[in-house]
């Protein structure tokens, strides 16, 4: 566990991604097999304890230190892993010698809910506080230490010199600890057959659109649907459903799994119809009932029923399309749409637009809340993994923007603990000279300047008119325009709103607290239509 | 709770400072006063325009460096005692904190109440030890306490930072600590360790350090980064204020660690956040275990818990049934590169 408590510690203090690169390649190249793979797995986040879950953790320290001391610790620290890697006591009487990566995963993975908290316990036991620290973040699988999957990946790749498409590619195919990966990475053993094995495959992304003026003749255009973006992975029957990062979520979806019968690959949006919006596509607030389930219930199926609006396509049977121009892959992907099963996918259809203006125009107008805003994709775009500049591009709607008042802040995790940087802010029921009242109508947690932070961070801590744990609820003095993508009705707010992705836009000191936007204001900004979608049966 | 003694009427807590009402002195008021009593030149405690000021002889000179000569008052060495009005005396007690830090012990008519101002229980070549104390309140500073914060040996920290210069020899070693008290102790504890080389300062350290060898702190030899081109800077350890860390002068050095010698580099994510490669857990301030101790160990009728993280220690005398309250001082809060 040292080699990787150190690798976690020196992650953590170097900010350059080269830096962490070379690190991870260090480790990745140096450390024997099986350690490096388990390292890897939780780097990538592909590992999961069932018997340990964070509560355990919390559990586990109650029982030993003061509660309370625990709490104003963590609320401190801003990390419960790390809180409880310095407050662990030291164990009575002699322990056995600190476990190796290996021996860790072992015990914590043959851990029942029943033993699970001893199991974790004993290796508290053996450890130091960097090791303390890096088991907790190896057993409950959430590392936050700023090295994402697509990192750890890049830094195989740099590692053992091999190209990170390919292991991309394979990844998916791969069981920690990867020994397969590792054999072919180090030439010990040919690159492992993954032809009949549904695996991800990269996605192609979108940059946003700024300046550029795009010409209509090189470029189609195509709503950018409000869901989920979606990979259908079709080979030797088994079927298999990717989100964006290639976490397989073919449990939460089995109808649309189950009704797509055709072997090959296909990139779309996953969305939820609205029996409200005549059988059309729903907001996000309703596909939000779908995702993250283990288990779907029929009625949810029925309630919620799932489709996927067909954007690409990469391979048709076991042919590989991707190095085929967009508008070839297009013709292809019609072709393979006629085939399918009409009620659970349809394809997004190009926009017809005679100019960039009128286009612009088409944008503007656009408020149903399934768009997001237009997708413009070169026409002869081949399917490059990633987001690859000139070639496609996104085209948000402009967000809307509401004046609103800062009521509560609440300190940050990781980055940002020991900083008020969670805000919840309110709207008035009335104008306040009438006798309204402020209600909160969202939080936010982005969208401000580093400098920004630690102005509002000052701001919260010098204006604290009353704490609640680690809630503080400050004068309602300052008014920040926050920006969101749409409003939706809601029976869980007491305003009986709910912002969609609310971001903090400016900061308004100049504006007065009385002068920040009415409820009523934001209520009429509901779009047509989402009305229907107040998930009231929730 | 205990039946405790009432609290006497000659010292009241205000959100200004400490104040003796009978006589009209105040102890590290935070605003201009007449009267002042002070344990120590960190400007939390110690600020300019005061009429008389009564402290040691070293703290004076500090004062002095920083804000301009007091009006009057006077130097009081430590363990002398002074009559300051009401009957009520003041005598002057190591506090360990920095050179010159005093805890002033208050007594008037068989009451004892002491103010420790910030203190540490560890040793620090640069200043006495701190006494402890018998009295009936203990007015203590609570900085670092949650249980989450233990400082290492200090001699393991000093061993990181030479390894760390060992280890990079194409680079500077840049380690920010508050040009009061940190820089002289880590300056202190890098000879202790056998380091013999130049050691190079910013600007802002300039003085300080001068009138710490002037009070008979040796800090071996020490040169403005100014004498030298910073490109040659290569493999040597200079000190300066945690600001000018990230700052154009910083960036000037050769590929410069950011070192940070602090009790709060005990957070990984405190030194994530001050952009720091190399947090170095040194702290001038009792640790969690070092304040618990201190109160067993003086075992006053009753505790006042000045600026820090008072609700752990709030908490942790009233699981134990010690009396203790939390004072709201004004000021205290922002002077955590000090610690």
């Known amino acids: 566990m040292d080699r990787f408590a150190r690798l976690l510690t020196d992650l953590i203090y170097t900010r350059s991604r080269n830096g962490k690169l070379a690190l991870l390649a260090d480790y990745l190249r140096t450390v024997p097999d099986p350690d490096r793979g388990w390292a890897l797995a939780a780097l990538t986040g592909e590992i999961d304890f069932p018997a340990i879950k964070a509560g355990i953790v919390r559990t586990l320290i109650q029982e030993r230190v003061d509660p309370v001391l625990f709490a104003l610790s963590r609320d401190f620290v801003g990390d419960t892993a790390e809180t409880v890697s310095l407050m662990w006591p030291a164990p009575q009487g002699p322990v056995r010698a600190a476990p190796g990566v290996s021996e860790a995963v072992a015990l914590l993975a043959s851990a029942s809910r029943g033993t699970g908290k001893s199991v974790l316990a004993g290796l508290l036991d053996r450890l130091d506080e960097d090791g303390r620290f890096a088991l907790l973040k190896l057993a409950t699988g959430a590392l936050r230490i700023g090295v994402s999957a697509r990192l750890a990946k890049t830094a195989f790749a740099l590692g053992f010199d091999v190209a990170v498409e390919e292991v991309e590619e394979l990844w998916h195919a791969m069981r920690p600890p990867y020994a397969e990966l590792f054999a072919w990475a180090t030439g010990a053993a040919p690159k492992p057959d993954i032809s009949m094995v549904p695996v991800f495959r990269p996605f192609m992304l979108a940059n946003p659109l700024e300046d550029e003026e795009i010409d209509l003749r090189d470029y189609a255009a195509e709503w950018k649907w409000d869901g989920i973006r979606i990979q259908i992975v079709s080979v030797g029957g088994a079927t298999r459903l990717f989100s964006r990062g290639g976490e397989d979520i073919t449990a939460s979806f089995p109808d649309v799994a189950e009704a797509f019968d055709h072997e090959g690959v296909l990139d779309g949006e996953l969305l939820v119809r609205g029996t409200h919006q005549g059988g059309e596509a729903a907001s996000f607030n309703a596909l939000q009932q779908r995702l993250g389930r283990k288990t779907v219930s029929g009625s949810l199926k029925a309630d919620y029923p799932a489709f996927v609006r067909l954007y690409d396509i990469l391979l048709d049977g076991a042919e590989d399309l991707r190095r085929l121009p967009w508008s070839e892959r297009r013709v292809r992907l019609e072709r393979v749409a006629g085939l399918l099963d009409p009620s659970a996918f349809d394809i997004s259809a190009l926009i017809e637009a005679e100019t960039f203006e009128a286009l612009a125009e088409m944008r503007v107008q656009a408020r149903e809340t399934d768009i997001e805003g237009v997708m413009l994709k070169r026409r002869d775009s081949l399917y490059e993994p990633g987001r690859k500049a000139g070639l496609w591009f996104k085209w948000k709607r402009e967000p809307l923007t509401a004046d609103c008042v800062l009521m509560y802040a609440q300190q940050g995790s990781g980055k940002r603990s020991g900083l008020y940087s969670d805000y919840t802010f309110g709207c008035w029921t009335a104008p306040e000279a009438e006798g309204g009242v402020l209600l909160p109508v969202g939080k936010a947690y982005s969208g401000f300047s580093d400098e920004e932070l630690k102005w509002l961070d000052s701001f919260v801590r010098k204006q604290t008119t009353g704490r609640f744990g680690p809630v503080r609820e400050v004068e309602k003095s300052l008014v920040l325009e926050v920006a969101f993508d749409a409003v939706n009705p809601s029976t869980r707010h007491k305003s009986g709103i709910a912002m969609r992705f609310p971001r903090i836009s400016r900061i308004r000191r100049d504006k007065p607290a009385s002068e920040a936007d009415l409820i009523d204001t934001l209520r009429r900004m509901i779009a047509a239509g989402a009305k229907a979608d107040d998930t009231s049966k929730v | ?339």
């Open chain 2, 1 to 339: 709770m205990p039946i405790g003694p009432e609290t006497p009427r000659w010292i009241k807590a205000e959100r200004e400072g400490l104040h003796l009402p009978t006589i009209g002195w105040w102890i590290d008021p935070s605003r201009a006063v007449a009267n002042a009593l002070v344990t120590h030149g960190h400007a939390d405690h110690a600020r300019g325009g005061h009429g008389e000021v009564w402290a040691t002889a070293a703290t004076r000179d500090i004062i002095d460096l920083r804000y301009g000569t007091p009006a009057g008052g006077g130097d009081v060495a430590y363990g002398e005692c002074i009559e300051i009005g009401d009957s009520i005396t003041a005598t002057f007690l190591p506090a360990g904190h920095v050179l010159g830090s005093a805890q002033i012990l208050l007594e008037r008519q068989g009451e004892r109440i002491i103010v420790t101002g910030d203190y540490k229980r560890r040793a620090d070549p640069t200043c006495p030890p701190f006494v402890p104390t018998p009295c009936d309140i203990l007015i203590t500073e609570a900085t670092f306490a949650l249980p989450i914060f233990t400082h290492p040996p200090i001699e393991r920290e000093i061993a990181r930072l030479l390894a760390a210069r060992e280890a990079n020899p194409e680079r500077a070693i840049l380690v920010g600590a508050y040009a009061l008290g940190k820089a002289q102790r880590v300056i202190a504890e890098l000879r202790r360790a056998g380091y013999a080389e130049t050691i190079w300062l910013h600007g802002a350290m300039t003085a300080m350090c001068l009138l710490y060898e002037r009070h008979g702190v040796a800090l071996g030899p020490l040169a403005p980064v100014s004498e030298t081109a910073r490109g040659e800077l290569k493999g040597e350890i200079v000190i300066c204020p945690p600001s000018a860390l990230n700052s154009v002068w910083a960036r000037k050095l050769p590929d410069p660690i950011n070192a940070v010698a602090s009790g709060w580099m005990r957070v990984r994510q405190r030194a994530v956040q001050s952009n720091v490669e190399l947090p170095l857990i040194i702290s001038d301030h009792c640790d969690w275990n070092e304040l618990t101790a201190t109160i067993l160990e003086v075992a006053p009728q009753e505790t006042w818990i000045t600026h820090g993280r008072e609700d752990a220690l709030l908490h942790w005398c009233a699981m134990r049934q010690i009396r203790a309250r939390a004072l709201d001082l004004v000021g205290r809060e922002d002077e955590d590169e000090a610690a």
